[in-house]
Nanobody, 121 residues
């Protein structure tokens, strides 16, 4: 089966930084898109950032200039460097991967279990 594993979540103070990492194994499909979504308590899951196989990136307006997504295609892995963290960044962050053509979440079809990010003021 396809497995995605996130790491790097934890506690941070406002203005601090965290690095999230995600690795994918067991894929039987072309990975054209990988990315991060997050879900805050009481909210729906929302886009954070995505990166295509060709290196094109997309960011939510709320994280532009603060978060950077990067790809390591040879290892089917991505990172999310989060800087200038705000309390409103507090959420469970989920790593996703897919062929980019699915109808949900911009074509991200498989997901990890998520990693908690908590930012205190």
């Amino acid at each position: 089966q396809v497995h995605l594993v996130e790491s790097g979540g934890g506690l941070a103070q406002a203005g601090g930084s965290l690095l999230l990492s995600c690795s994918v194994s067991g894929t039987t499909f072309p990975i054209n898109l990988m990315g991060w979504y997050r879900q805050a308590r009481g909210e729906q899951r929302e886009l954070v950032a995505t990166v295509t196989r060709t290196g094109e990136t997309k960011y939510a307006d709320s994280v532009k200039g603060r978060f950077t997504i990067s790809r390591e295609q040879s290892k089917n892995s991505i990172n999310l460097q989060m800087s200038s963290l705000k309390p409103e960044d507090t959420a469970v962050y989920y790593c996703g991967a897919g062929d980019g053509y699915g109808p949900r979440y911009g074509g991200l079809d498989y997901w990890g279990q998520g990693t908690q990010v908590t930012v205190s003021s």
